[in-house]
């Protein structure tokens, strides 16, 4: 029976570039939110490495959640995603033994090579994960942490993931979530524990971990925080892509393939089943997890990153809504180049210049340069475009599926070049969804948590008939 009082839910999101903090009034039927406070985030280098500045973070969350408990005073919980894969090391009393590095952080390189060249490991891993070699994974963070400070596995006694860490400041219980656990590579692909033998072959000792909670426990009221009495923090899906897939109004016969577009575009779909075996590895399929423990199929394509981090150099940028707007209409009526990006260069990972990144690469195959920053938009767009469109078409030949429909949530829904040309290179229909899918897959799995929602299943049904979809048709 859907309840009549009103519900609100505060939903703590953390992007690699912005953050918000998001109150979700629930009244049993429709969801409505209110963004009560949004900042920037960004890694910062010392020394040659790469950190997020957690202190910072922290500042923000809490300034976010008392804005959210003055405006809705019976705020009764809060969730936390973030993006994937770093971590905190912490000891017994949770202080910080290690800096959090950013996953851009080169420190992976060497341990990314060596995987990479070393076959039947790489193949082991990927057999006991689900999870490619991919430069960001915690398992190659971790072991070069062990490897260069070795004395770190005598002060640390807990790895916590950053929404682990961030539940574990707000309610004082460290827990490890699936859905986060299993973007690390370290998690077991068959079941709902850590892979050992992973875990071994990284070095990384097996005692920083426990057995992963499911999204929807409830861990506890927040302590320490007085203004936040009585309000009850909830493991959320702790990957924001998590989050941002459970957000998605799919089709309940199946048949729709997910980008949650941002940062990264992570194209994916829902599934009792992972997809592995040598053809999977090679088309870099990561089996992440639902906060339930299911699948989710995903490739990860390099995203809005790509954009942001070109645009960022030309002095004439987008710097408001209406100002993205007029720049993606201009690059709209360009002819279209006759050629792509190759959007899986490592040299887009973390560039000093990513237009002189980009550059480098069409004059390395000949081709010419674009001569403004529509230009630059254009050929970004649309080669973002054909890389959803080549994962589509792996997905659909590994794990033999057809799909329907293409959903789109996250900033990238707004881009109206991205969703056509995504459709066009992929011949399917995009449905894009304007919301912030992250922070209504965080809401949606607190208002389980809290029971007041019987299942998963039974928000987006309410949900679907609440948003409406902008349909981009294939042209070609
Ligand atoms: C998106 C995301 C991706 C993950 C990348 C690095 O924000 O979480 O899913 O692959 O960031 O963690």
């Known amino acids: 029976m859907a309840s009549t009082k009103t519900i609100h839910c505060a939903a703590v999101d953390l992007g690699a570039t912005s953050g918000r903090v998001i109150v979700g009034a629930w009244n049993g039927r429709k969801l409505a939110l209110t963004e009560v406070h949004r900042f920037a985030n960004q890694f910062r280098s010392l020394g040659g490495h790469d950190y997020w500045d957690l202190p910072g973070l922290w500042a923000e969350i809490t300034t976010g959640l008392r804005e959210a408990k003055r405006r809705f005073p019976k705020l009764a919980s809060v969730g936390v995603d973030t993006w994937g894969v770093d971590f905190v090391l912490v000891n017994d009393t949770g202080r910080m033994v290690f800096?959090?590095?950013?996953?851009?952080?080169?420190?992976?390189?060497?341990?990314?090579?060596?995987?990479?060249?070393?076959?039947a490991a790489l193949e082991r891993i990927y057999a006991a994960t689900g999870i490619p070699n991919v430069f960001y994974n915690s398992s190659l963070q971790l072991e070069e942490t062990v490897a260069r400070c070795p004395a770190v596995a005598d002060i640390a006694t807990r790895c916590l993931f950053l929404p682990d860490y961030f539940n574990?400041?707000?309610?004082?219980?460290?827990?490890?979530?699936?859905?986060?656990?299993?973007?690390?590579?370290?998690?077991?692909?068959?079941?709902?524990?850590?892979?050992?033998?992973?875990?071994?072959?990284?070095?990384?000792?097996?005692?920083?971990?426990?057995?992963?909670?499911?999204?929807?426990?409830?861990?506890?009221?927040?302590?320490?925080?007085?203004?936040?009495?009585?309000?009850?923090?909830?493991?959320?899906?702790?990957?924001?892509?998590?989050?941002?897939?459970?957000?998605?109004?799919?089709?309940?016969?199946?048949?729709?393939?997910?980008?949650?577009?941002?940062?990264?575009?992570?194209?994916?779909?829902?599934?009792?089943?992972?997809?592995?075996?040598?053809a999977a590895l090679a088309a870099r399929i990561s089996n992440e997890r639902i906060g339930d423990g299911r699948y989710r199929p995903l490739t990860n394509v390099i995203g809005l990153w790509l954009l942001e981090q070109t645009l960022k150099e030309f002095s004439a940028r987008p710097k408001t809504d209406r100002e993205w707007t007029k720049l993606i209409k201009r690059s709209a009526l360009l002819p279209a180049f006759n050629f792509h990006l190759d959007v899986t260069d490592p040299a887009f990972i973390n560039p000093a210049s990513m237009r002189a990144a980009i550059d480098a690469q069409l004059k390395q195959r000949k081709l010419p340069l674009p001569k403004t920053p529509a230009g630059y938009v254009r050929l970004i767009c649309d080669s973002l475009g054909q890389g959803h469109a080549d994962a589509l078409r792996a997905f659909e030949q590994l794990a033999g599926r057809k799909f329907q429909r293409i959903l789109v949530v996250g900033g990238g829904s707004k881009n109206r070049l991205l969703c056509q040309?995504?459709?066009?290179?992929?011949?399917?229909?995009?449905?894009?969804?304007?919301?912030?899918?992250?922070?209504?897959?965080?809401?949606?799995?607190?208002?389980?948590?809290?029971?007041?929602?019987?299942?998963?299943?039974?928000?987006?049904?309410?949900?679907?008939?609440?948003?409406?979809?902008?349909?981009?048709?294939?042209?070609?």
Request: include cysteine; charged fraction near 20%.
């Open 421 to 476: 040309a995504t459709a066009d290179a992929s011949g399917l229909p995009v449905h894009a969804f304007t919301l912030e899918g992250t922070a209504v897959g965080n809401i949606a799995n607190q208002l389980v948590g809290l029971k007041a929602v019987p299942n998963l299943k039974a928000f987006r049904e309410h949900f679907s008939r609440q948003i409406k979809a902008t349909i981009y048709q294939p042209k070609v």
């Open 99 to 119: 800096p959090a590095h950013a996953y851009r952080d080169a420190r992976t390189q060497p341990g990314l090579q060596r995987l990479a060249n070393t076959r």
């Open 168 to 278: 574990f400041l707000l309610s004082g219980r460290m827990e490890n979530e699936i859905s986060f656990a299993s973007t690390t590579q370290l998690l077991d692909v068959h079941g709902m524990d850590w892979s050992r033998a992973t875990l071994d072959h990284f070095h990384v000792p097996a005692f920083w971990f426990t057995k992963p909670i499911f999204a929807g426990t409830v861990l506890g009221p927040v302590r320490d925080f007085q203004e936040l009495k009585g309000v009850k923090v909830v493991a959320v899906p702790g990957h924001d892509t998590a989050c941002a897939y459970d957000a998605m109004p799919a089709s309940p016969a199946g048949g729709d393939l997910y980008i949650s577009a941002g940062t990264w575009s992570l194209v994916g779909f829902e599934s009792d089943r992972p997809v592995l075996g040598h």
